[in-house]
């Protein structure tokens, strides 16, 4: 069950570093608040500076990754997810079994995905 937890608490935190793209300055917010929003905003210029498309922004989640990472860090999350989740590993309870089926198909279904996508925007940058 902890390993819920912990899948749970990844998926979380790459949520929330897509969190500065959604949050907009309020005319009532306090200057701390002002302040906080203005860096978070600033972070996330560089990864909001592309239009981040909603199965892209998914694909990043299920592989527990913060919007904008390279092909390395999408390989190597791609592995420690598989190698945590293969179903070869949960043969004994059926429960897991299923579980762990469909957690891989969407993990290798995210790794197709963000794989093409960032050889297709690489192959972009390098035509300009």
């Given at each position: 069950m902890?390993?819920?937890?912990?899948?749970?608490?990844?998926l979380a935190r790459a949520e929330f570093n897509n969190l500065g793209s959604r949050l907009r300055p309020d005319s009532d917010a306090s200057d701390a608040d002002k302040e906080l929003q203005e860096a978070i905003q600033s972070a996330s210029e560089e990864v909001n500076s592309p239009t981040w498309p909603k199965e892209i922004r998914e694909a990043y989640a299920a592989l527990e990754l913060p919007l904008g990472s390279d092909e390395k860090a999408v390989k190597k999350a791609y592995r420690e997810l598989l190698g945590r989740?293969?179903?070869?590993?949960?043969?004994?309870?059926?429960?897991?079994?299923?579980?762990?089926?469909?957690?891989?198909?969407?993990v290798r279904d995210a790794y197709q995905r963000?794989?093409?996508?960032?050889?297709?925007?690489?192959?972009?940058?390098n035509a300009e």
């Amino acid at each position: 069950m902890s390993g819920i937890f912990k899948r749970l608490s990844r998926l979380a935190r790459a949520e929330f570093n897509n969190l500065g793209s959604r949050l907009r300055p309020d005319s009532d917010a306090s200057d701390a608040d002002k302040e906080l929003q203005e860096a978070i905003q600033s972070a996330s210029e560089e990864v909001n500076s592309p239009t981040w498309p909603k199965e892209i922004r998914e694909a990043y989640a299920a592989l527990e990754l913060p919007l904008g990472s390279d092909e390395k860090a999408v390989k190597k999350a791609y592995r420690e997810l598989l190698g945590r989740y293969h179903p070869d590993k949960h043969q004994g309870s059926p429960e897991k079994l299923e579980t762990a089926n469909e957690i891989t198909m969407r993990v290798r279904d995210a790794y197709q995905r963000l794989l093409d996508f960032l050889k297709e925007r690489a192959a972009g940058s390098n035509a300009e």
